[in-house]
């Protein structure tokens, strides 16, 4: 087609051009798997077209100053929490804004035909977390292009694989979300949702479960009445620093979660342990019908008119959490 243009002038050949360009095809994101592996990413650094972000923090009792020290090259660092997450209505740890998290995505370079890898500290699953919670802001955004390191940064160490010092300035591209609402439910939803057939999953503690202890900003102890625990904890390999395989976490579940079309509802203090449980159910082992509630125990503790069950006394003097 191109090579006959070369015959032809004038208006109709720069016609002819200009609607060749327009029925080009749309380039698309990478495929990329939930979980991918040291061996993947070594071998795709060079693709233009995949943003890798350093997400080490305070929770892994790291930061900037580390990734100065030596990162997987090209990588760039984004903070966490930092503009992941947000406080509203005295609420901790909720998401921003959708146009927020849009022009913070730009200025990673993060687009509709790039594909995104976290690269969490590979250091706990409290850590893991921070990786889970991104994953599910992007799903929530329309993002299905994302991925996170499995072992994270310290398994590319462990592999003797290369580093590069300072810092990696990221290249702007415009990132426009097409939200998901059925990721996300709201704190009236889960009222709603109360002595129905949906799963009410709460992904703490069992002594935060139980009331013994409680996040610091959460008003009061216990859990929503009607929930099943299951501290995402247990999906953790302390060893390897990896989730679990994929038929130890099948057999991990509760009963409650065996029958994969359940509607659940994941949820913790602030999101954040609620964002594993959420990513094994979804992401590893399937299952559909999974939201995420946001504001968890922090907001939910917060209105005087909602219940709360607490099984056990407080601890005296009570201890609280900060962080999850």
Avoid at 54 to 73: A, E, F, M, N, W
Avoid at 77 to 98: A, C, H, M, N, Q
Avoid at 160 to 184: I, K, M, Q, W, Y
């Amino acid at each position: 087609m191109l090579g006959s243009l070369k015959s032809l002038s004038g208006p109709l050949a720069g016609f002819i051009a200009a609607m060749t360009v327009l029925a080009a095809p749309v380039t698309a994101a990478p495929d990329v798997t939930p979980l991918v592996s040291t061996e993947w990413l070594a071998s795709n650094l060079d693709n233009d077209e995949i943003v890798v972000i350093d997400t080490r923090s305070k929770i892994s009792k790291s930061g900037k100053d580390d990734y100065l020290k030596g990162h997987i090259p090209g990588a760039v660092w984004s903070e966490y929490p930092g503009y992941w997450r947000t406080e509203r209505d005295g609420v901790v740890g909720v998401l921003p804004s959708v146009e927020k998290l849009e022009a913070a995505l730009s200025e990673l370079g993060v687009s509709e035909d790039k594909a995104l890898v976290i690269i969490p500290a590979g250091s706990s699953s409290l850590e893991f977390g921070s990786a889970a919670r991104i994953f599910w802001t992007m799903k929530y955004l329309g993002h299905d292009a994302v991925a996170i390191l499995d072992g994270g940064h310290a398994a590319w160490v462990a592999e003797g694989r290369e580093l590069e010092t300072g810092d990696v300035t990221p290249e702007g591209d415009l990132f426009v979300a097409e939200v998901r609402d059925e990721l996300l439910v709201s704190t009236n939803e889960v009222a709603e949702a109360m002595g129905t057939e949906t799963v009410l999953l709460d992904g703490r503690p069992e002594a935060q479960f139980s009331g013994k202890q409680k996040h610091g900003k959460a008003t009061r102890f216990g859990h929503i009445p009607g929930a099943v625990n299951f501290d995402q904890d247990k999906f953790y390999n302390k060893g390897s620093n990896r989730l679990k395989d994929k038929a130890e976490l099948a057999s991990l579940l509760p009963a409650s979660l065996k029958d994969s079309s359940a509607k659940v509802v994941s949820y913790c203090n602030t999101g954040h342990w609620a964002a594993t449980n959420w990513f094994v159910l979804t992401q590893v082992l399937g299952q559909e019908n999974v939201t995420l509630y946001d504001d968890s125990m922090v907001g939910w503790s917060r209105d005087e008119s909602l219940p709360i069950k607490a099984t056990a006394k407080p601890e005296q003097p009570a201890r609280q959490v900060k962080t999850n």
